[in-house]
């Protein structure tokens, strides 16, 4: 017998098929190398963009942490210092209760009493002022509601209404806050003459009609 061989037809690949992916593969890189630099800037505006605006809120921060700490720092003592000022008060009224006859009369006693009261009085200040306290200005000054506060409107001739006349109690403040505002008196505003005219033109009328009132009765007595 014969030996039988049986062969088996080779598979031809398929020339315009195998040929499609190998045109995809070369199309791939080209549009991702001209893709990737415009994805690079827009990553780097956008990461620049961050950076940017990183900075702008931390010297936010910075700026706004300085000024807390100044706030504090100048502030602390408000409360005390607000207290401090009863005593500078009633330091000033025991001044002013010794009469000035008195005062130089050959009392070393009282005298020297009233030196030593002055000088308490001197060391509260520079103590004070040393944590920025200062005393509000007043007299001669246009009123001014965030640092005085009326009590009452006085006539003064020749002063520019709307300003302090009188302290009547002094005001004080801690760099731009007020501890105490200072009570004054204010300018009153003058008064505007009134106008004559009117009154001189009301009398004639005035007289007319009484002249009007009084004719009848004349004619009638007379018939």
Do not use: C, W
Request: glycine share 8%; charged share 30%.
């Amino acid at each position: 017998m014969a030996d039988e061989t049986t062969t088996t037809p080779e598979k031809q690949p398929d020339g315009p098929k195998a040929d499609v992916p190998a045109a995809a593969n070369d199309a791939g890189p080209a549009t991702t190398a001209v893709d990737e630099p415009a994805q690079l800037r827009a990553e780097v505006a956008d990461m620049k963009d961050k950076l940017l605006r990183t900075l702008a809120e931390m010297e936010n921060l910075r700026k706004r942490t300085e000024r807390e700490l100044t706030d504090a720092r100048q502030y602390a003592v408000a409360s005390f210092a607000r207290d401090m000022l009863t005593v500078g008060d009633n330091l000033r009224r025991a001044i002013e209760a010794v009469p000035k006859e008195s005062r130089g009369s050959g009392d070393q006693a009282l005298d020297a009493l009233v030196d030593g009261v002055e000088m308490t009085e001197r060391g509260l200040e520079q103590s004070l002022s040393k944590f920025g306290v200062r005393r509000v200005e007043t007299k001669g000054l246009k009123f001014d509601p965030g640092f005085h506060q009326a009590m009452f409107e006085v006539d003064m001739p020749g002063a520019q209404p709307g300003t302090v006349a009188e302290e009547i109690q002094a005001g004080y403040a801690i760099g731009e806050r007020v501890l105490r505002p200072a009570l004054v008196s204010v300018v009153k505003k003058a008064k505007q003459p009134v106008a004559a005219a009117p009154e001189a033109e009301a009398k004639p009328q005035a007289a007319e009609a009484t002249e009007a009132a009084t004719e009848p009765a004349g004619e009638g007595g007379g018939e």
